[in-house]
């Protein structure tokens, strides 16, 4: 058996969450007897991958240096497949996203992270909404023999909303890299001290954009100042957008030089940002796993969170649940683990034991185990 897996994700300098997911994926499928992989990618930037890949007999890199919008151009009007790219027919074709997949004979397993696209449709740009049209996002849904739900509320979405049969979907959860852990090390200091942070803080990691309902949060914090509660609030994540309401917001924040914008953080500052914070925020009105919540667990850092989505699945018993709107339970809830340091330390040892149930090799595995089960 042979598997085309696409890792076009992988080719940015700054990998998304998908890339993210992909590289951890294939670096536990080293350690595992795999079938042969076909590791395709296209455009001018050629994916940089780590020596454990590059030097797996089984793996082998196939790129395609044509840019991607040609390449896209082409799928979109029918005119390049899977078998063209390659060079050569395969059993199985991986695809870990939605967008721009090109025609194939081969089963085709798909990841599906989330259907916000579909779900929450006012969160998006006309470009976004143009662009899901364009790239099929709704139809590879429809059409993959099997789907890869990364949670069980996605999964739900998936045969719901798409009428797939149950058999045909897959809940594998996501892993947590061993980066992320409870002890303090050396550089988490200069992490915070290089981004401005020299109060208590709040941590949000998460893109700028509506559906994580940012704007919220800064609303909270607002009432947590006035409420005497000397803290900083830290957003890391990409810039987003529609943005108008969570700017708005924090112009309006007599505390506005308290609110750091960090931008995209590396993954080497990740686990110190969420170690140091008194509790990490995600109020998303949507998520279709919440990666925040495993690394913010197996920091010991307590959770707050919205009840909706995947959210309660992800944090179980590990977390304090508001509704994702109300900016009086967000503010509550967060000042409850100001204050109350035993609930703080109930959080955080049930944090870090349910981090132990997502492990990369788990998923590894079971992602193996679809790929390899006959169409």
């Not at 992270?113 to 740009?125: Q, V």
């Not at 980066?179 to 200091?189: A, H, L, R």
């Not at 008194?278 to 307590?302: D, H, K, N, W």
Request: charged letters at 20%; hydrophobic letters at 40%; a neutral charge.
């Amino acid at each position: 058996m042979n598997v085309a897996i696409d890792i076009r994700s992988l080719s940015s300098k700054t990998p998304s969450g998908v890339g993210h997911y992909v590289l951890e994926v294939l670096l536990a499928m080293t350690r595992e007897d795999h079938p042969e992989f076909l590791l395709w990618s296209t455009g001018t930037s050629k994916p940089t991958l780590p020596n454990a890949i590059l030097n797996d007999p089984k793996m082998k890199l196939v790129h395609v240096s044509t840019p991607n919008k040609v390449i896209n151009l082409g799928i979109t009007l029918g005119l390049v497949t899977l078998e063209q790219i390659l060079n050569q027919d395969v059993d199985v074709a991986w695809f870990p996203n939605t967008g721009f997949l090109p025609a194939t004979e081969a089963k085709t397993v798909l990841t599906v992270h989330d259907l916000a696209f579909h779900f929450m449709p006012d969160t998006y740009t006309p470009i976004d909404h143009l662009r899901y049209r364009i790239t099929r996002s709704r139809g590879a849904v429809f059409t993959a023999d099997h789907i890869i739900a990364i949670s069980q509320s996605t999964a739900n979405d998936v045969v719901r909303s798409f009428g797939r049969s149950k058999d045909a979907v897959s809940v594998i959860h996501h892993g947590i890299s061993s980066s992320f852990k409870p002890d303090f090390e050396s550089g988490d200091d200069k992490t915070r001290s290089t981004h401005g942070i020299t109060k208590p803080y709040i941590i949000s990691l998460a893109t700028l954009e509506p559906r994580k309902n940012l704007a919220s949060l800064v609303e909270a914090f607002t009432k947590l100042r006035d409420r005497d509660h000397d803290l900083q609030l830290v957003l890391a994540g990409g810039p987003g957008w529609l943005r108008q309401d969570l700017d708005g917001a924090i112009a309006s924040s007599p505390y506005s030089n308290d609110i750091k914008i960090l931008g995209y953080v590396k993954d080497t500052e990740r686990p110190g940002l969420i170690r140091g914070a008194q509790c990490m925020a995600l109020p998303s009105r949507y998520e279709g796993f919440g990666m925040q919540i495993v690394e913010s667990m197996a920091c010991g850092t307590p959770v707050v969170t919205a009840r909706n989505s995947s959210l309660s699945e992800i944090a179980g018993d590990a977390a304090l649940f508001v509704r994702a709107m109300s900016v009086n339970e967000l503010t509550n809830a967060i000042e409850t683990i100001l204050q109350d340091h035993e609930l703080k330390l109930r959080l955080r040892a049930r944090g870090l034991s349910r981090a132990q149930d997502f492990r990369w090799s788990d998923t590894a595995k079971r992602t193996l185990s679809v790929i390899e089960t006959p169409a």
